[in-house]
Structures are given as structure tokens and as C-alpha cells.
């Protein structure tokens, strides 16, 4: 063993037996199940999986005989600590052979409590600063239960991977993690501590007038119970081991906000009892909150007292510190912020879906370091993102200005022109991107993609096996490039790499493109409508599970991708021949997301069948849609009678277009602005009925609408009687002036946050 340094339990307590015994200890051998109860009536090993040891010791003074309990197992389990599922449990004790004793073999019960306080005591000092970023040292103190598994945990992971265990003990605040201490895992007569630093960007929106903030890093829990299960032969309700929970916070806020602290919180039981107090002082809050479980198990009559306590801590975790801004208006950045602080928090407010907030930091940044090697490029994606393609333009160049060989303005100048149809541009700033770098593979897959929306595939091929040839692994390359094969009449190589592809990744997203570009060729329609029909029905399934009240950013987009797999089947459809199939799908994807392309289809499935006023009207509509298609404006002067009438059609359209978007609430009794979302559910060709309304932000005032928006018709048809739910946000807008008050949605595609 000692060798080694490796055995099982059973080899660790003979090992352990023996240096006792060299010192004259005899200690007992105990056998014991760590999972579940004896039943002494069947007397077979089979019970047991374990084995600790006890020593009788007698004590100095007087005839008393304490025992000592020890698992050996562990290694780095304070003296005499053992495990709660060891503890207050039957086991068949074996005294030593030799010497010979004067105990015979027996059942014992293991001792119920742990030789120390159970103690977890989290302290959190911290500091926000004018944009929101949090700078907090954690500090963590463990006695106990809590110890045992850190120590374990600690002891067998590489001290080169201690961070990345307590990076996902901090997973529930995020940010950066630095400045790591952590107890040694075998010092056990000292508890267990572990430190550390944390910067959380964003941590407070600074951007609202008004925000709640969740308090970070609170651990408490407490078991659920059946409260219905009174039974008197019932088990005992397990509430966990005996132990006191302590949290700590103190939060320096920004000096432009005001705070509101949380209710202060007592409630006493004799199995266990809870304390929360709140201050918010010069600027300062601070919190405390305890919680004592002085039982590890109730009678299970008292399941309904104990839910009740349990529902009245969950209360006060739930409640959080409101914080209010002084600073009225838009939100401007300090003046003495850093600009890489600037950037750093301007590419977060990106990355969670907040544009406008990234754009008025990154703006910040320019000004303070105008040659900031990231400011430009990062505030280029951010107008990028909110559509606004001039702007993005003119930062990608200011990109380039600071630094010509700079990794992605190029790659993302070249974006920005191919969104536009800019494709000359387009090729030039790509191409660019190649000079300073051959091998980045982003610039030859976006020149392939474009080199294939404008019709050239032979040049798309050649920048698309490159592509390939960089990422093996892509499966929407191998879809790319199955569509220029298809579109060079090379089938088999096409569907090759249309397998390839779902051999790397069978997604909605891979089914749904190989669909669309079998139907656009009216190829494989069999292949295609399976696999149109496989990417709509599991988005459909996801987002049945959507719930306002617990909303995520990863379920936003799911919306968006319905709307593109709708079209897409429908486009099968259409290439089959069934029409009134194809006009249900492309039309509901229409009604809800306004994309120009999907508008076109709509207008030619239309005129295939002889209407032509409402494929001119849709035509019309669609060139003032998301990224409308060139071939739409000549579809719809052949209806108009030129061109010159087509341009006169589009402009008559633009504002039918918005009023499509906008719900009449009726007359308004208040003057406000406030943002909502809306659940929308259906199936069988019904119109959509509202399962739920949430408000988001704005004036609170606004709430009481709640039923006006839950009673509203949102003009949304589903195609078929796949049961799914869609999610939409839109902006209510109420005045007492003109006496209107209106719903006005957001495209599906511009809903990034759900705060």
C-alpha cells in the first residue's frame, strides 16, 4: 500500500488496523452499505459494499470506553468525519481476532452528527463601476459535509486544473476568474477555504433607468418533499445533514444609482431556522442571509409545515436589490472609463443581444483611443447587427486605417457589401482578406457563398473546396458546396457532399438547406421534402417548450429558423406542383417574419395560380421586406407594366408593410412605452390564440394592457396541426394626445435579448 500508494477500502483499513495495532490499538473491522439500510433478518455480505473502521479507546480517567469512527477511504476526511450516508446507519461491527476480545460481532448504529460544526460560510466583497462591471473578491469556508467532497474533488484533479473547477463553482455569476488560493486538500485540522477574484462585465445594465439585480453566487437549498405522503409507515422526510449555511455580500453601487434593499426575513422551526437582513447605506449594500437545519429528518406528518418553510426561504432568495439610475435620457458612458474597459464591456453588450449598448460604448472608445486595435472593428459588427450598413462600412475602414493586416475588418467589409448585393466590393475586400492571409478559411467560404448567390459556380466551387479543405468538419460548407455541384448539373458529387454533410451534423439547419437548394432545382424532391419536413417538425418541438417565465437567449432564434423551414417546405411543395400546400407554408412564414426572399415566393406561387392582383401586392410588399431578392423588382414590373410602376408599387406598399406589424389596442388612458413579449400557440390551419404575456421593460403603468394584449388577433395562420408555440416581442405605445394606443412587433430577427 505504502509503495503503491493505491488500495481499496478494505485494503486502506487493514493498513490502517495494523500501525494501530503497532501502537497497541485494536481496532474493528465494520462493514456497511453506503446506499441503503440493513435489514438484519437476512444475514448475507451481499448487504455490505463498504468498510470503515471503529476504535474502542479507552479513555485515561475512569473505565469509559469512547469510540472512534474513521473512513480511511477518502484520505482527506477530517478525523473521525464520516460521510452522510454512513452516518446514523446500522452496521455489523468485527472486533480483531488477535488479540482475542472480549466483544462479540454486532450491530451498531454510526454516529449521527459530525465530529465538528457543519459550517459553509460564502463572503463576497465587491465594487460596480460606472458601466456596469463587477470587480469582486469570493472567499469560501467549509467544516463538514461540503468539506469532504471539495477536499475529494481536490485532491484528485491536477492542481493545473484547480481553475477550471472553481470556474464552474462560479458558473452561476460567470466572468473571468484569476488570483486563485486554494487550502491544501490534506490539511484537514484547518477547514477548507478557497479564494479567488472575479470580473463580470455587464453585471448591472447600466443602459436601463431600472434594474433588478439577482444576488451572486447564493448556494442555499433545501431537499423538495411529497407533502401529500402523511402515511404513518412512510419513510422519514431526509432533509439532509445538520449545518449552518452563511452568506455574506458587500456591494459598493455606482454613485448615479440609488438602491432599494430587499425586505429583512426571520422564520424559526425547530428542525430549522432562517435569517436575512439588508442594508443599503452611503452607497454601500450589504446582505446577509443563514440558514440553520438543526434535524437531518421530519415525521412525515409534518411534510406540510416543512414545504411551507421551505416555499418561504425560496421567497427571500428570490428577492433581489432594485437599483435605479439618476441620469435620465440615453444612456451616455462615463468620461473617465478606459477604453479597453469600454471595449471589453461594449463586446459583451454584443454578445448578450444588446446593440444599442454596445454601440454607445464602442462609440465611447473610438473617442478616448481612436487607434484602439478593437473599438472599430467590434462597433462595425454592432451597426452590422442592427442593419445599419453605412455605418458599419465607414468603422470597418477606420478598422483598417489603425491596422491594414487586421484579422477580420476585410473579412467583415466584405460581408457588409455582400448583404447589400455589392458583390464587386464584395470580392475586392475578401480577396483583400486572402492577400494578408491565404489560408483564412472564413474569406474563402464567404467568397464561395457569395460566388453561389450571384450565379457564378464555377469560381464558387474553387473558393468552397478551399473552404472545405480548411474545415473538414463544417457541415454547412459541404451544403454550400453541394450547391454549386448541383448547380453545375455535377449531381453525384452534389449529393455526396449533401450526405457528408449530414454525417457531421443531422441538424434542423444542415436538413433545411440541403432541402432548399434540391427544391430551387427541383431535384430529389422526395430527399428534399423529408428533409424540409424532419428541420420544421423538431424546431416545432423545441419551441413547444418555451415558457416566458423562464426564457432563454439560445431559444430566440428558433423562431427565425421556423420561419425559414416553413418557406422552405412550402418551396418543396411549390417545385411539386401542390400549390395550395406551398401557399399555407410560404404564407404563414411571410405573415410572421417579412423576409423579401420568402415575400417573392408568396408573390410566384400567386401568379402560378392567376392571381395576379395579389402576387403584384405581394411583390410590392416584399421589396420593402428583410434583404429583398433582385428578381422580385423584375417579377413585378412584368405585372406593373415597367419598371417606373414597379418603383411607384413598392413605395405605395412601404407603409402597409408597418401597419402589417402593428396591433390596435383601441383607445389609450395612459401615455407610455413599454416592451412585452407574447406566446403565441396553434394548429390545424387555426388562427393563433395567446397562452402568455410577459412584460419586459418600460412604463409599469403599462401593465394593466396585460388583457387588452392577451385578447388581441395577431394575424398569425399556422400551416398545418403540428402543435407549436411562437414567441413574439413588440413595443406597446399608448398616448393620451391622439387618443391610440398601439402593439407594435418586432421581426422575429430582431429580437436578441430577453431582458
Not at 414545504?307 to 421567497?315: E, I, Y
Amino acid at each position: 500500500m505504502l509503495h503503491n500508494q493505491y488500495g481499496d477500502c478494505k485494503d486502506k483499513h487493514t493498513l490502517l488496523a495494523s500501525m494501530l495495532e503497532a501502537e497497541g490499538f485494536h481496532a474493528s473491522s465494520v462493514l456497511i452499505n453506503s446506499s441503503r439500510k440493513l435489514d438484519p433478518d437476512v444475514p448475507s455480505p451481499s448487504q455490505f459494499d463498504h468498510v470503515i473502521t471503529m476504535l474502542p479507546l479507552k479513555m485515561t480517567k475512569g473505565s469509559e470506553t469512547q469510540e472512534v469512527w474513521m473512513d480511511t477511504t477518502a484520505e482527506v476526511a477530517p478525523f473521525r468525519l464520516l460521510a452522510f450516508t454512513l452516518r446514523k446507519k446500522q452496521a455489523l461491527v468485527i472486533p480483531p481476532v488477535d488479540p482475542p476480545s472480549t466483544v462479540a460481532p454486532h450491530l451498531e448504529e454510526t454516529p449521527a452528527d459530525t465530529p465538528m460544526p457543519d459550517t459553509e460560510v460564502s463572503d463576497i466583497e465587491g465594487k460596480i463601476n460606472d458601466i456596469g462591471k463587477l470587480e469582486a473578491h469570493v472567499h469560501y469556508q467549509f467544516r463538514g459535509d461540503e468539506e469532504l467532497l471539495l477536499r475529494s474533488v481536490f485532491r484528485r484533479v491536477p492542481q493545473a486544473n484547480w481553475q477550471r473547477v472553481v470556474e464552474n463553482v462560479n458558473s452561476g455569476l460567470g466572468g473571468d476568474v484569476t488570483n486563485l488560493k486554494v487550502s491544501d486538500p490534506a490539511a484537514t485540522r484547518e477547514p477548507f477555504t478557497l479564494s479567488y477574484d472575479v470580473s463580470k462585465v455587464n453585471f448591472l445594465d447600466w443602459s436601463k433607468k431600472k434594474t433588478d439585480i439577482v444576488l451572486p453566487l447564493v448556494q442555499f437549498s433545501l431537499p423538495d418533499v411529497d407533502d401529500d405522503d402523511t402515511d404513518g409507515d412512510a419513510e422519514p422526510l431526509k432533509l439532509g445533514p445538520k449545518a449552518e449555511y452563511s452568506y455574506n455580500i458587500r456591494l459598493e453601487l455606482p454613485s448615479k444609482y440609488t438602491a432599494h434593499a430587499p425586505l429583512a426575513f426571520t422564520l424559526k422551526r425547530d428542525y430549522a431556522a432562517y435569517e436575512a437582513a439588508y442594508k443599503v447605506e452611503n452607497g454601500v449594500f450589504t446582505a446577509s442571509r443563514k440558514l440553520m437545519l438543526r434535524q437531518d429528518e421530519l415525521p412525515p406528518a409534518r411534510a406540510s409545515d416543512y414545504q411551507s418553510f421551505r416555499r418561504a426561504v425560496g421567497s427571500d432568495l428570490a428577492q433581489q436589490l432594485s437599483v435605479e439610475s439618476s441620469v435620465a435620457g440615453a444612456p451616455v458612458p462615463p468620461a473617465d472609463m478606459k477604453a479597453d474597459d469600454l471595449v471589453e464591456s461594449g463586446r459583451a453588450a454584443i454578445q448578450n443581444g444588446n446593440l444599442p449598448v454596445g454601440i454607445a460604448l464602442l462609440k465611447r472608445a473610438t473617442e478616448v483611443d481612436p487607434k484602439n486595435k478593437f473599438a472599430w472593428n467590434n462597433l462595425g459588427l454592432a451597426y452590422f447587427g442592427m442593419r445599419d450598413d453605412e455605418h458599419a462600412i465607414a468603422a470597418f475602414q477606420k478598422q483598417i486605417e489603425v491596422n491594414p493586416y487586421d484579422d477580420f475588418a476585410y473579412n467583415n467589409l466584405g460581408r457588409v457589401y455582400w448583404n447589400e448585393r455589392k458583390y464587386d466590393e464584395a470580392v475586392k475586400a475578401f480577396n483583400k482578406q486572402l492577400e494578408n492571409n491565404p489560408l483564412d478559411k472564413f474569406a474563402h467560404s464567404n467568397l464561395g457563398s457569395m460566388y453561389a448567390e450571384w450565379h457564378k459556380y464555377d469560381e464558387a466551387v474553387t473558393e468552397l473546396e478551399k473552404a472545405a479543405s480548411l474545415s473538414p468538419d463544417s457541415a454547412e460548407l459541404q451544403v454550400s458546396l453541394g450547391d454549386a455541384y448541383l448547380n453545375l448539373g455535377q449531381d453525384d458529387k452534389a449529393l455526396s457532399a449533401f450526405d457528408h454533410a449530414i454525417e457531421l451534423s443531422a441538424t434542423p439547419l444542415v436538413w433545411n438547406n440541403i432541402a432548399y437548394q434540391l427544391s430551387l432545382k427541383k431535384s430529389h424532391l422526395d430527399k428534399a421534402q423529408q428533409y424540409a419536413e424532419s428541420a420544421v417538425s423538431a424546431t416545432a418541438a423545441a419551441l413547444r417548450n418555451v415558457s416566458l417565465d423562464r426564457l432563454t437567449q439560445q431559444e430566440l432564434p428558433l423562431v427565425s429558423s421556423l420561419i425559414a423551414y416553413w418557406d422552405t417546405l412550402g418551396w418543396v411543395h411549390f417545385a411539386e406542383g401542390d400549390l395550395a400546400t406551398a401557399e399555407k407554408y410560404v404564407a404563414a412564414a411571410w405573415d410572421l417574419g417579412h423576409h423579401g426572399e420568402v415575400g417573392d415566393h408568396l408573390g410566384q406561387i400567386y401568379e402560378k395560380r392567376g392571381d395576379k392582383d395579389r402576387a403584384l401586392r405581394t411583390y410590392a410588399l416584399s421589396l420593402n421586406g428583410l434583404r429583398p431578392t433582385p428578381e422580385t423588382r423584375d417579377r413585378l414590373a412584368s405585372l406593373a407594366g415597367g419598371a417606373t410602376k414597379a418603383d411607384a408599387a413598392a413605395a405605395r406598399y412601404k407603409e402597409e408593410l408597418q401597419h402589417l406589424s402593428s396591433v390596435d389596442l383601441g383607445k389609450s388612458t395612459q401615455t407610455g412605452n413599454a416592451d412585452f413579449f407574447i406566446l403565441l400557440s396553434g394548429g390545424a390551419g387555426s388562427q393563433s390564440r395567446v397562452d402568455a404575456v410577459k412584460f419586459v421593460s418600460g412604463d409599469e403603468k403599462l401593465k394593466s394592457y396585460t388583457e387588452a394584449l392577451r385578447t388581441a388577433d395577431y394575424h398569425l395562420t399556422f400551416p398545418d396541426d403540428t402543435p407549436v408555440k411562437i414567441l413574439r416581442r413588440g413595443t406597446l405605445s399608448c398616448s393620451v394626445t391622439n387618443g391610440k394606443c398601439e402593439f407594435s412587433l418586432m421581426l422575429p430577427d430582431d429580437v436578441r435579448t430577453v431582458d
